[in-house]
């Protein structure tokens, strides 16, 4: 079945996730209004610069429906800065929306010049897989009812609780497209 799966389209490479999704067989929507968020299986909250996608979800009203899409049980998938945008960022700003009781260190592992790809183990993956590491957060605090499905040098990089999915690096950047089709077939 073909599913739509919204992915924010305010800041950071959202086109390279819409390609995943279409290479996947899915409708990618790039969304930017809060109406578009309604015809949706489940959305992608990318990376980027995380203050400037809170201050655009403030902008263009988009935070109301994103809890509304999280009451509903629909699929989230959080990378990088969505994954701070999703979960409890520890640092003074943007506030995260908390939906996943995680807290998150923005920029973790170095600037931008310290990015790293590097071997993670997934729980849904066999082989492993290489992650790219661009300014990423690190899960520092994983709560109750949090499952971590990766890790990386014995270190959490992916978690879900519910309905969410938290990733500190970037899957879009690859060509192993496995981690979009799980989080499609398994959570939307």
Known sequence: MVKRIGVLALHGDFQAHIKVVEALGHEGVAVKTPKLLDDVNGVIVPGGESTTIAMFLDEYNL????????????????????????????????????????????????????????????????????????????FEMIGDGVDVLGTCDSEPVMVRSGNVLLCSFHPELTDDHRIHEWFIEEMC
């Open 63 to 138: 935070k109301e429906p994103l809890v509304r899409m999280h009451g509903e049980g629909r699929g989230m998938f959080g990378t990088c800065a969505g994954a701070i945008l999703l979960g409890r960022n520890v640092d003074s700003f943007p506030p995260g929306l908390e939906f996943v009781d995680v807290d998150i260190r923005r920029n973790a592992y170095g600037r931008q010049v310290h990015s790293f790809t590097r071997r993670c183990e997934l729980d849904m993956i066999d082989g492993g897989y290489e992650g790219v590491f661009i300014r990423a957060p690190r």
